[in-house]
Each structure stands twice: as C-alpha cells, then as structure tokens.
C-alpha cells in the first residue's frame, strides 16, 4: 500500500544539474529512512545516498561533494540534488523507503519504479 513516486530525471549535459523528488504515500506509521540508489545496465543496484528521519546522511564516495541529498518529514519527500554530473553517472535511479506501518510490525523496505538520468558528454 506505499508507493513511491519518483521524478526529475532526464537527458542533462556533463557538468549540468539534475533535481530529483521522491514522494511517500500510503498507510506509514513511521518513517525510518529514505534514500536514493542507482543501477548501472548488468550491475548490481548500489547506494547513492541515504538520509534517515532524525537528518543523518550517508554517501557513496563517488559523489561526494556533489550531491545533496534532503528530505522533508511532513511531507514524505526526499530529494536528490546532483551537481558536475559526469557520463559515469548515467544509470537509473530508484527511490527506496524503511517504513513500519504499524505497532508490533516489521521494518520494511520500498522502492520507487525507477527514474533514468543520462548524462551526456
């Protein structure tokens, strides 16, 4: 019953911008975390970023420095900013959640439908 609804992703020059938004909906009871990760074609999907509902963030090293993730609790939102994007960035990025949806329930995890950024040279 909690979907994930990316957007922002797109066709971007190296160097360029891209904002990427994350919206939660469905019966949450807490939300433990949010984050983004990205899949390269025939690879493993690895972690981008991670932010948790207290403002921890944790980073792959290879965007450091040029990505920002954030997030608004009252909103269920999380978002990505990624700047000096580079062609070895091109890959889809899928939103993932750590909800409980109620008392005496499990952790579970959620992911958005995925959203492809290329980056061109």
């Known amino acids: 019953q909690v979907q994930l609804v990316e957007s922002g992703g797109g066709l971007v020059q190296a160097g360029g911008s891209l904002r990427l938004s994350c919206v939660a909906s469905?019966?949450?009871?807490?939300?433990?975390?949010m984050g983004w990760y990205r899949q390269f074609p025939g690879k493993q999907r690895e972690l981008v970023a991670t932010?948790?509902?207290?403002?921890?963030?944790n980073y792959v090293d290879s965007v450091k420095g040029r990505f920002t993730i954030s997030g608004d609790n009252a909103k269920k939102t999380v978002y990505l900013q990624m700047n000096s994007l580079k062609p070895e960035d091109t890959a889809v990025y899928y939103c993932?959640?750590?909800?409980?949806?109620?008392?005496?329930?499990?952790?579970?995890?959620?992911w958005g439908q995925g959203t492809p950024v290329t980056v061109s040279s």
């Open positions: 469905g019966m949450i009871f807490t939300m433990n975390a």
């Open positions: 932010i948790t509902s207290g403002g921890s963030t």
């Open positions: 993932n959640a750590q909800v409980r949806l109620g008392w005496g329930m499990r952790e579970y995890e959620y």
